[in-house]
């Protein structure tokens, strides 16, 4: 199993991008996801995460501007981000707990990805 993030890049300040993560191997369902943010010199930090059922969680440097959403068909995630700011600007790191029937509820990791806001 593991989860593959996509979508990082350098945006001027203002704008919008949309960061995947996609989740492959043999597990069944996924039950949950989030995005983890790491600056240089700081400590990694939760983005946002949604599990199964529709709860959300978003830390509020983020709130009003991120969007996080899972399209379970296709054991997506996405982190919908808008009005980028330069203290954005850090490697994202996707999550998922996966559910297999071998192994059942399992937290796995993405690589990271970076997202650069800079005029």
């Known amino acids: 199993v593991q989860l593959q993030a996509s979508g990082g890049g350098l945006v001027q300040p203002g704008e919008s991008l949309t960061l995947s993560c996609k989740a492959s191997g043999n597990f069944y369902i996924v039950n949950s996801m989030g995005w983890y943010r790491q600056a240089p010199g700081k400590q990694r930090e939760l983005v946002a995460s949604?599990?199964?059922?529709?709860?959300?969680r978003y830390a509020d440097s983020v709130k009003d501007r991120f969007t996080i959403s899972i399209d379970y068909a296709d054991k997506t995630g996405y982190l919908q981000m808008g009005n980028l700011k330069p203290e954005d600007t850090a490697v994202y790191y996707c999550?998922?707990?996966?559910?297999?029937?071998?192994?059942?509820?399992?937290?796995?990791w993405g690589q990271g990805t970076q997202v650069t806001v800079s005029s």
């Open positions: 999550t998922g707990n996966l559910y297999s029937y071998s192994l059942g509820s399992v937290d796995y």
């Open positions: 949604l599990v199964r059922g529709g709860s959300t």
